[in-house]
């Protein structure tokens, strides 16, 4: 299976690559980064990308299944409407692209509580971006919806803290659903998905992750 990767360079995305460059059922990896990344394997390939521009690479965006790991916050991203070009635009139009080159599976990675009537942007972001690639009729549609997630040397002081304190509140007992996950551990589930799961679309909540 050949697949396709934008936002491998985020945390997430970077375990997520490892994680397919070690699966044998995956025979090939696309990443579409801005840079170069540094890392040299028989079955990865590096384009390139002007994410502006995506039309650019468009006979790269090819293979099995598309996966998006792509997100950033508003602090790095400095408004809403560049969160909103990266975190929704971006992702949207490299679907199109992916759908109309035949590409029949998508993993998309979203967020806890995305929905399209929040009335909090960012849910309300990603529920949009949920709805929108639905509407491109997928084969295999796999939606993740992670809440905090345990970043190796994450330089966020406030997502530490707030991992510190769910961990503390989960292990006496308390909002056990919200136990956060390690990026490594999402990545593997990420990987997984289109593999086992059959055709459909395929919404994998917070609390159903862990166990999947």
């Not at 397919?20 to 990896?29: E, F, G, K, N, R």
């Not at 995506?54 to 560049?82: N, R, Y």
């Not at 599976?105 to 009335?119: F, I």
């Amino acid at each position: 299976m050949k697949a396709l990767i934008i936002g491998a360079t985020g945390a997430t995305g970077k375990d997520l690559v490892n994680v397919l460059l070690q699966d044998p059922a995956y025979t090939a990896v696309v990443i579409f980064v801005r840079r170069p990344v540094g890392i040299s394997h028989p079955k990865l390939t590096e384009v390139l990308t002007d994410f502006d521009k995506l039309e650019g690479v468009s006979q790269f965006i090819k293979g099995d299944v598309w996966i998006s790991c792509l997100g950033t916050t508003l602090k790095a991203a400095g408004t809403k409407d560049k969160q909103w070009h990266i975190d929704y635009e971006i992702p949207l139009k490299f679907a199109e692209i992916a759908r109309a080159n035949g590409i029949s599976r998508t993993v998309l990675l979203s967020a806890y509580g995305a929905s399209a009537k929040s009335k909090v942007f960012y849910s309300q972001m990603k529920g949009k971006l949920e709805d929108t690639i639905a509407g491109l009729s997928f084969d295999q549609y796999i939606i993740f919806r992670p809440g905090l997630l345990l970043r190796k040397d994450s330089d966020r002081s406030g997502e530490r803290i707030m991992a510190s304190l769910l961990k503390f509140l989960n292990g006496i007992g308390i909002i056990r659903k919200f136990k956060p996950m390690p990026t490594s551990t999402l990545a593997e589930k990420l990987a997984k998905a289109p593999k086992v799961l059959p055709a459909g679309k395929h919404i994998i909540e917070l609390d159903k992750i862990f166990g999947f």
